[in-house]
């Protein structure tokens, strides 16, 4: 098992990606901490890693606010002992976002205002900052560790109506590299994943609505990879597991000399599109 015996602390692990890397991560070995703003949906995550055979805490905490986040990130440690993984991965998406649900009406740039840029900057990269503050201590006590974050495809091109988002994306991306080169000398690798597809619903719903534990693609019906936009053609749609998987190669041993990286994870050749499309960029033949 690839993360025996170690700790890892996973943001955001009420639903979506940090619940399913929760469960992932447990199956290979580790000790879960379960951080999240919604104290029942942590739980939640906890008893399906317990009835899985793991072992998880559940903790909560809002990642933008710093007093808050250290505290969770000490209560892992007072808990299991150590910290060997500290992963970023709580997010949300700025107003307006939801358009293309039909849950908000878009919000053009100049109507942000200064409480929505804070709320987005808060979470998705202070957020980030202060988990990787509160954990570095105790990597550096552990001879060395992960810190792993969740960026977005959004950091590495243009999606419309969210700039905020994009932004802190983009910012995410820029502090792991930073932090790679500072924290290299105590044995710990900084890194990121860029999630394209395979992602969550409940990244676009109300806070408190139910965990739907499957991707975009999996809900929307049966799966017909011929009208997919993703150029990767397979028989089956992408799910969070696929992004888990990378986010587990990062937290592992396996990525042992990887550090200061982005990784384009569930990908699916979308992100190599150049900028204009031709008639048959999509599906130039029928999959059989």
Known sequence: MRLQDKVALITGAGSGLGRESSLLFSGEGAKIAIVDIDADRGEQTRKLVEQAGGDAISLTADVADKAAITEA????????????????????????????????EPVEFEDFTEADWQHVLGVNLSG??????????HLKANGGGV???????ASLAAYPKIPLYCATKAGVNGLVRALSLDLGRFGIRVN???????????????????????????????????????PLKLQRPP??????????????????????????????????????????????????
Request: avoid cysteine.
């Open 73 to 104: 990130v000490n209560a892992a440690v007072a808990h299991y002992g150590k910290l060997d993984i500290a992963w970023a991965n709580a997010g949300i998406v700025s107003r307006g976002g939801a358009a293309a649900l039909g849950q908000e």
């Open 128 to 137: 980030v900052i202060y988990t990787a503050q509160a954990a570095v201590p």
């Open 147 to 153: 810190i792993l974050a969740t960026s977005s495809a």
């Open 192 to 230: 990121a994943i860029a999630p394209t597809h395979g992602m969550s619903p409940n990244f676009l719903m109300p806070p408190g609505a139910p965990v739907v534990g499957q991707s975009y693609e999996e809900v929307a019906g049966p799966w017909n990879p011929t009208v997919s936009p993703i």
């Open 239 to 288: 799910s969070l597991r696929d992004n888990a998987k990378v986010a587990l190669f990062l937290a592992s041993d396996d990525s042992a000399y990887i550090s200061g990286a982005t990784l384009g994870s569930t990908d699916g050749g979308t992100l190599a599109r150049v900028g204009m499309w031709f008639p048959d960029d999509i599906n130039p033949e029928p999959v059989s």
